[in-house]
């Protein structure tokens, strides 16, 4: 099984409230001290996928970035996870690509490095949580689609999914070539690359692409806005102020506690 | 032609969220003088069609065979084919599991664009701006969408129903003949047993995070309290990620987005990737130990305290007030 798991690089999304800015002019997130991480559904991805080719002894892996060019770090970690081989594209254009773009762009990357039996995608990311790439890869390359999986197996050359829906989960099945996108759950937590295997990981060869490289109209991606387009960006202000509630002792605090709950939930 | 499109999903029935896409619905073809038309797909369809004939201008049935039950290729198939004929202005639908898989394919068979999560939609001049959260609910960003259709899936539960008429509009059957498309199918469905309201349709939701320091509090402290209040159990992704309860407990960025009148925290520091999961909250209210914990900045009341003193308290406050 030809397995393609898709990485963004993202902005540290655990940063504070308190140190997080934006920059209203350019419509984004302000770098300041925060570190640069992979997105986490997307490692849920990679790690979903690393453990399907442990059960399997039959996965070949590759993690395909759009990026900066810092996105090489995601796809070194990647690799010292283990994955086989890496590419990345190189984003030289509108640094928060539409969704469409980034589907375009990672279409294009898979047809040279396919063909794939499966690819992955991460459900959303952390930054811009749009949660639409996924399925507009698997709209550019005429493949189906199932999102928010969370385990993935291997019954007589057909695929075997189990995804979360809002009420329980449900078991798909799939004839490759498909496209899922992989939300998190307690068997899919990323592994930890040893520090040796990250180190390692600088010496693997890795393919790095130019947008000019790809079957692609290169204008249309660089300026990543034809599908949708960020046109205001803003911290809103809170207005709740939180009412301890007041009392001598313990109990008198939990009495007026349950008033106030009792005041809402009454009047339901 | 240029109407506003709403689908749903019959199985869901006229839930808060189909009245809030019903809503938002009708409010936007207000806005942009339009019709609005409905899609109701799946078996069982009357009952949520007769209701939404007293809010749309017009509401058609997928009637198939193959759509009786929700598979992901063969819906897409259907919607696409009758959003096509209808030619919209905007297709808006709700932010479950089957509408958020579909909505971003649906709108690249249109050549529209698609936008998600959305918690206000807005004509700017010939466009449709959407709000929604990003950054983990740190910012608020307004998108323009570039291409026509505008496809959106909304927070539906926090948008406004719409008044209902006494009259109904035309219900009609779409007779369609769409090929099932097998390359993936569902083949087992299962509920979790947590009552019969899904969370994101709870109006009161108990939720208990990492402070409660392992699994059995959910069963002894917050069930209990819970089954008093008429709530439903959630939970932070740190209970979630440890294994403590199921990942369909889970309120956040990560897990669901729920809207309910009553959010009581428990031993919840609020980080703020839970909070986006619960910005569309009427009262939040929390039990922590930490009074400098972000969760307070968000509450309307709240109580300094450790959950194991005050919970059993609140229970027996609770009864007593009940009575």
New interface residues.
């Given amino acids: 099984m030809n397995i393609l798991v898709c990485l963004k690089q993202i ?1 540290d ?2 940063i504070p ?1 308190r140190d ?1 800015r ?1 920059d209203p002019i350019k ?1 984004e ?1 302000e770098r300041g001290a925060a570190a640069l991480v992979t997105n ?2 997307c490692e849920n991805a990679l790690e979903t996928a690393l453990q399907f080719r442990e059960r399997t002894n039959d996965a070949r892996i590759t993690v395909l970035s759009y990026g900066a060019p810092t996105a090489e770090d995601a796809l070194r970690k990647a690799l010292a996870m283990k994955a086989d081989a890496a590419a990345l594209v190189v984003n030289d254009g509108h640094a928060h690509p ?3 773009t980034t589907a375009r762009v990672l279409a294009a990357a898979t047809r040279k490095l396919g063909p794939f039996d499966l690819i992955m995608c991460g459900r959303e990311a ?7 790439t996924g ?2 890869l ?3 390359l005429g493949l ?5 999986v ?1 385990r993935l197996e291997q019954t007589d050359g057909k695929l075997r ?1 189990k995804r ?12 490759p070539p ?1 496209v899922v996108t992989i ?4 068997h899919n ?1 990323p592994r930890i690359p040893k520090v040796r295997d990250v180190i390692m990981s600088y010496r693997q060869p890795l393919t790095q692409w130019t947008l000019d490289d790809l079957e692609i109209n290169a204008d249309e991606a660089r300026a990543g ?12 202000q ?1 207005e ?1 102020r ?4 007041a009392g001598d002792t ?2 008198e ?3 007026a ?6 005041e ?2 009454s009047a ?1 | 032609m240029n109407d506003v499109v709403i689908c749903l999903f019959a199985a869901a029935g006229f839930d808060r969220a189909a009245q809030g896409l019903a809503g938002a619905g009708r409010r936007l073809a207000a806005e942009l003088g339009v019709r609005l038309r409905a899609i109701v797909i799946g078996s069982d369809a009357d009952a949520l069609a007769t209701e939404i004939a007293r809010i749309a201008d017009a509401v058609t049935i997928a009637d198939q065979t193959e759509l009786a039950e929700y598979q ?2 063969t819906c897409l198939r259907a919607l696409a084919h009758l959003s096509v004929e209808l030619q919209p202005r905007a297709v808006l639908l709700t932010n ?2 089957y509408s ?2 579909l ?3 649906l709108a ?2 249109l050549g529209g ?5 959305g918690v206000e939609v807005r004509v700017a001049g010939d466009a449709l ?1 959407v709000s ?5 609910g ?10 026509t259709p505008a496809v959106v899936w909304l927070r539906a539960r926090s948008f406004a129903p719409a008044q209902a008429r006494a009259e109904v509009c035309e219900v009609t059957r779409a007779t369609l003949e769409i090929e099932a ?12 047993a947590q009552g019969a309201t ?3 349709e709870a ?2 939701i108990v939720a208990g995070g990492r402070g409660l320091g392992g699994p059995e509090p959910f069963a002894t402290e917050l069930q209990p309290l819970a089954e008093l ?2 709530a439903q159990l959630a939970a932070s992704r740190a209970a ?4 403590w309860v199921p ?2 407990w889970q309120v956040g ?2 897990g ?1 987005k729920v809207a309910p ?2 959010y ?1 925290a428990i031993a919840i520091t609020g ?3 839970h909070m986006a999961g619960i910005s569309e909250a009427k ?5 922590n130990t930490d ?1 400098d914990a ?1 969760i ?10 450790d959950y194991r ?2 919970v059993p ?2 229970r027996a ?2 009864a ?3 009575r």
């Fill in positions: 902005l999304p655990e409230v997080f934006v419509r997130a986490i559904f539409d969704s469409l952390g930054d811009w949580g749009a949660g639409q399925a507009l698997a709209e550019e189906p689609c199932v999102a928010f969370d999914l979360q829906t809002d009420t329980g989960w449900e078991v798909l099945e799939a004839a498909v939300t998190n759950d307690e937590v806005n034809t599908y949708y387009e960020v046109v205001d960006l803003f911290i809103p809170r709740t939180c009412e301890f509630v313990l109990d605090k939990v009495a506690f349950a008033q106030r709950i009792s809402i939930t339901l | 992901p290729e479950d599991t958020q898989e909505a971003p394919r690249h068979r664009s698609a936008v998600g999560d701006r929604r959260q990003v950054y983990g740190k910012a608020q960003a307004l998108i323009e969408l570039k291409r498309d097998t390359r993936t199918r569902i083949v087992k469905r299962k509920r979790e899904r969370l994101e109006r009161v209040l008429g979630c990620d440890a294994g990942p369909t960025q990560t669901k009148d009553l009581l980080a703020s990737q009262t939040i209210a929390a039990i009074p972000p307070f900045k968000h509450c309307r009341f709240g109580i300094v305290a003193k005050v308290l609140l406050k609770l007593e007030l009940q």
